[in-house]
């Protein structure tokens, strides 16, 4: 059975971002696209994603006496399910969310990087918003935003589109006792800004 432990090396978690909305990679196409992974490196975390569940082979062929598979990323694999959730420990979630928060700011990175980024356009965008919610009301948000989210998921290439990365973190606020008030003494809305 595939655990968060599988994803929780910063390897295997750019892989899993690298295949996401990608049809089909091979390790070769892989490495194309994640040039700094050693070959030995990249073989040995494919196989332990596919292991795992997390990775399908979806096609086979013989390229010079080696058999060259492709991968995608199985559909009910893409995310931890709540009973792998409930499984990690604080350090996991810590370990989980420092990996998360370095892979997108190496996405911003290269995006910026690139002559051609046009950030206002292309729609670069970083938002923030509090919401006073119930567990219930949290859990319903988040499955509505990945809902949202998974109706563009099967969406190819083509048509003028260009792959996005979506990312998303919600974080308990505990701290918060109060919602700050408004001058005319309202509760603030929490609208992104």
């Not at 949290?138 to 990365?165: F, M, S």
């Amino acid at each position: 059975m595939a655990t968060a432990h599988h994803l929780l090396h910063p390897v295997r978690l750019r892989i899993m971002q690298t295949m996401l909305g990608a049809d089909e990679l091979t390790t070769a196409q892989l490495r194309e696209r994640l040039p700094d992974i050693a070959p030995a490196t990249m073989y040995r975390h494919v196989a332990a994603l596919a292991e795992a569940g997390f990775l399908e082979v979806v096609s086979e062929r013989r390229v010079r006496g080696v058999v060259e598979r492709g991968y995608r990323v199985r559909g009910d694999r893409s995310l931890l399910d709540a009973e792998e959730r409930s499984s990690m420990t604080k350090d996991d979630y810590q370990r989980a969310f420092a990996l998360f928060s370095g892979a997108l700011m190496a996405d911003v990175d290269r995006y910026l990087a690139r002559d051609d980024a046009d950030p206002a356009r292309e729609g670069l965008l970083c938002r923030q918003a509090a919401v006073w919610l119930s567990e219930e009301e949290c859990a319903e948000l988040a499955a509505e935003i990945e809902a949202v989210v998974t109706r563009r998921t099967g969406n190819g290439p083509g048509d003028g589109r260009t792959r996005h990365l979506v990312s998303l973190t919600v974080v308990p606020d505990k701290a918060a006792a109060e919602p700050a008030n408004e001058p005319d003494g309202r509760p603030g809305d929490g609208s992104y800004g």
